[in-house]
């Protein structure tokens, strides 16, 4: 008998060793390259953190204005219709909803009191100047990898902004995520702190792209998938994750679910642009990403990110391969009306004028279906939060609008129209439900509450 105990009890911390020692090699996003790292001041190559080299003279505030835009701190802590870096932008978790705070100067609302020390903390390791730990919705398990030179150009920038009297929202979340105690468990699993170090086995283009793509724009936030304690599982890293309510999608090199089929010149034009013919543009969280950060990076460093995203390697997801041929000019053909009449109906009234019969927009590239991702993905997810959300975005061409149906249309003609769109231009047809957009447009909701302007 006790033999027995003992074996299983030798199997159990077996198992549990085996088990950390995947979360731990899961936490770490540049695992995947292999090869050797050097610490910073080790590295002589090139510079690959910071400004670029046009910036590298300009006065600190300068300077951090890019790298505020590179790390992508705008879109998450500004709410919709709040003024800019605020806070009170919604993260809706399968747990209830965190607020993101505001990071203006405000001396009582925002960081105006924050020393150099406190803000580093506070990207580092998640912890407020009050000693509170903040919730990983804000990704300082990522910007653990930002240098602490970067970090405080962007507070000298965040402190040029005009103060906001902003009082935070308070969490509504379920036990037992509301103890905000078991984060310091959650650090000691996924937050290792420790800044970025070059790999000596990869160019420095490479390690410029992994710098900017990991320790500034946190891609794999949205990207990467998550395990059961929520912490990024890079042994699926950017194979795609449902996030707060929309789908991002799969960025690694496999073929038919992620972007190896998309050529160099289609992934910078949607980094830069947040489009790419033939492939689609940008909306919803992308959208933002694309408009408040990738958009402002100079050529170099998108090539970089494309260098770097060019190595990840390939994992297949559960989508299908993109369908890239344009539907029928007549609606009769193709998906015709008994397939799904009532959908068919909404996009001949609200959609075709634009996004056209064939899919191919007369109108802009921007509205062009066909090739598009989100309309070749069964869920539907991004097609329904499109249309309950509209689109707004920032081109080099001027803006593009679409309107926001999810007021003036029916959860039943939502989904009718999300089944039509994915069956007419993508690979598979989708089966929303009433329930599920009702689903969606709570979430959509949820992110549009008023924002706390004091």
């Not at 109906?345 to 279906?369: E, M, Q, Y």
């Amino acid at each position: 008998m006790k033999r027995a105990v003992g074996i299983l009890i030798a199997i159990i911390v077996v198992a549990g060793l085996g088990f950390a020692g995947w979360l731990v090699l899961g936490r770490n996003p540049l695992a995947f390259a292999g090869g050797s790292t050097v610490a910073l001041a080790d590295y002589h190559d090139a510079t690959v953190t910071g400004v670029p080299a046009e910036l590298a003279s300009a006065d600190l505030v300068k300077r951090g204005a890019y790298l505020t835009h590179a790390a992508d701190c705008q879109a998450c802590h500004t709410a919709p219709g709040g003024a800019p870096f605020a806070g009170g932008f919604a993260f809706n978790m399968p747990f209830g909803t965190i607020y993101s705070t505001n990071i203006t100067p405000d001396k009582q609302t925002g960081i105006g009191n924050y020393s150099d020390s406190q803000f580093l903390a506070a990207v580092h390791r998640g912890v407020r100047a009050d000693g509170e730990k903040l919730y990983p919705a804000m990704p300082y398990a990522s910007y653990a990898l930002m240098t602490d030179a970067d970090a405080l150009a962007i507070k000298a920038y965040l402190f040029t902004l005009a103060p906001v009297n902003a009082p935070a929202k308070p969490n509504q979340l379920s036990w037992p995520f509301n103890q905000r105690g078991l984060i310091a468990l959650w650090n000691v699993a996924f937050n290792p702190d420790r800044r970025f170090r070059p790999n000596t086995g990869q160019s420095p283009q490479w390690n410029r792209g992994a710098y900017l793509a990991e320790a500034m724009g946190h891609c794999g936030e949205c990207h990467t998938p998550r395990n059961l304690a929520y912490g990024l599982d890079n042994h699926g890293k950017f194979s795609g994750a449902l996030t707060a309510g929309w789908r991002a999608y799969n960025i690694t090199g496999d073929k038919n679910s992620g972007i190896g089929d998309w050529s160099d010149d289609d992934l910078y034009a949607y980094l830069s642009t947040g489009h790419a013919n033939g492939h689609g543009g940008a909306a919803g969280p992308m959208g933002e990403a694309a408009d408040d950060s990738l958009s402002y990076l100079v050529p170099d460093d998108t090539h970089a990110l494309v260098a770097y995203l060019r190595s990840i390697p390939a994992h297949a997801s559960d989508l299908p391969r993109t369908v890239t041929t344009a539907a029928p000019a007549s609606y009769k053909e193709g998906v015709v009306a008994d397939a799904n009449a009532r959908g068919e109906k909404i996009f001949a009234g609200a959609c075709a004028s634009c996004h056209d019969w064939t899919g191919v927009s007369p109108v802009t590239g921007f509205a062009t279906l066909t090739g598009v991702r989100a309309v070749n993905d069964p869920s539907a997810t991004n097609v329904a939060q499109t249309v309950i959300n509209g689109v707004s975005r920032k081109t080099a061409d001027g803006r593009i609008f679409m309107p926001a149906f999810g007021e003036g249309y029916s959860d039943d003609d939502i989904a009718a129209v999300a089944n039509y769109v994915t069956a007419r231009f993508g690979a598979k047809g989708a089966h929303l439900t009433a329930k599920d957009v009702a689903v969606l447009k709570e979430q959509a909701a949820q992110q549009s509450k008023e924002a706390p302007n004091g």
